[in-house]
């Protein structure tokens, strides 16, 4: 599978944005997907993650309440809906897409990643 990540920009503190991932192929439901981010100077860490059929969702602490994921397996596409930004939520964001829901959230060898999408929270 092939993934494109999009929607990202600048935006205030306190303001939204949608990241949207689209999977090439025909396989896109047996996959869980997800999102990383990396900010600079740190550390890749996990954002959110949900499973094939799209019935169970999992957020770091850091995004609980603030962030939502979503998946339309018809379209082939994952988004990110991303509220309450914060300046600390500044980084680059991955998708990503792995066959096993075991181990996603550690972002280790999962299956593939898109390319990246920078967000910017100014304060």
């Known amino acids: 599978v092939q993934l494109q990540a999009s929607g990202g920009g600048l935006v205030q503190a306190g303001g939204s944005l949608r990241l949207s991932c689209a999977a090439s192929?025909?396989?896109?439901?047996?996959?869980?997907m997800g999102w990383f981010r990396q900010a600079p100077g740190k550390e890749r860490e996990f954002v959110a993650a949900i499973n094939r059929s799209g019935t169970s969702t999992f957020y770091a602490d850091s995004v609980k309440g603030r962030f939502t994921i979503s998946r339309d397996n018809a379209k082939n596409t994952v988004y990110l809906q991303m509220n309450d930004l914060k300046p600390e939520d500044t980084a680059v964001y991955y998708c990503?897409?792995?066959?096993?829901?075991?181990?996603?959230?550690?972002?280790?060898?999962?299956?593939?990643w898109g390319q990246g999408t920078q967000v910017t929270v100014s304060s």
């Open positions: 192929g025909r396989t896109f439901s047996i996959y869980v």
């Open positions: 990503a897409a792995d066959r096993n829901l075991i181990g996603y959230t550690k972002g280790l060898a999962l299956d593939a």
